[in-house]
T-cell receptor, first 115, second 109 residues
């Protein structure tokens, strides 16, 4: 199957700093990528849809100024958590599929801990 | 709004048992349904994808069925092994993927 690579897998940062998470589609071009957040013992919550060459679409309740998404190429989307606070600590996962209504592939996830 | 429910929430079985995980969804106008496996602290691994026009898909010891009209899918795992222990998630796609809460499976040696 297609491969989606996410980096870093773990990051610890201090409150007030920003953290960037990368999501790459390694063997296909992804016009659209998705960013999810997962709390312990819970399922995935869609945060935003990342569209190559245009602005991301954010789900209701997700602060777009807090979670900056850039999809500058057909193989790379980045999520930047700005001015991170402890409540932003979570597991973040990206996914991509090509074309949009076929099998979705997920990255390995990023465990963010804000101290 | 699409809602996806998975039953049971947790399941513990002895090695070698055959088992069934259930998934139901409220809006049957789906493109496809996908079953995933998630190990603790890891991302999602795609297991099976069933298109809306299909009734089932098989991969090794796994068999997934889809009854779109009734809004149900099952994942059948044959001859379970300790390595099958993980959380299993089903997700349905209309414009986006909507996930169930998952079934946490433990297979005891």
């Amino acid at each position: 199957g297609a491969v989606v690579s996410q980096h870093p897998s773990r990051v610890i940062c201090k409150s007030g700093t920003s953290v960037k998470i990368e999501c790459r589609s390694l063997d296909f071009q992804a016009t659209t990528m998705f960013w999810y957040r997962q709390f312990p013992k819970q399922s995935l919550m869609l945060m935003a849809t990342s569209n190559e060459g245009s602005k991301a679409t954010y789900e209701q309740g997700v602060e777009k100024d807090k979670f900056l998404i850039n999809h500058a190429s057909l193989t790379l989307s980045t999520l930047t958590v700005t001015s991170a606070h402890p409540e932003d600590s979570s597991f973040y996962i990206c996914s991509a599929s090509e074309p949009l209504d076929t099998e979705a592939f997920f990255g390995q996830g990023t465990r963010l801990t804000v101290v | 709004k699409q809602e996806v429910t998975q039953i049971p929430a947790a399941l513990s079985v002895p090695e070698g048992e055959n088992l069934v995980l259930n998934c139901s969804f409220t809006d049957s106008a789906i493109y496809n349904l996908q079953w995933f496996r998630q190990d603790p602290g890891k991302g999602l691994t795609s297991l099976l994808l069933i298109q809306s026009s299909q009734r089932e898909q098989t991969s090794g010891r796994l068999n997934a069925s889809l009854d779109k009209s009734s809004g149900r899918s099952t994942l059948y795992i044959a001859a379970s092994q300790p390595g099958d222990s993980a959380t299993y998630l089903c997700a349905v796609r209309i414009s986006r993927l909507t996930f169930g809460e998952g079934t946490q499976l433990t297979v005891n040696p």
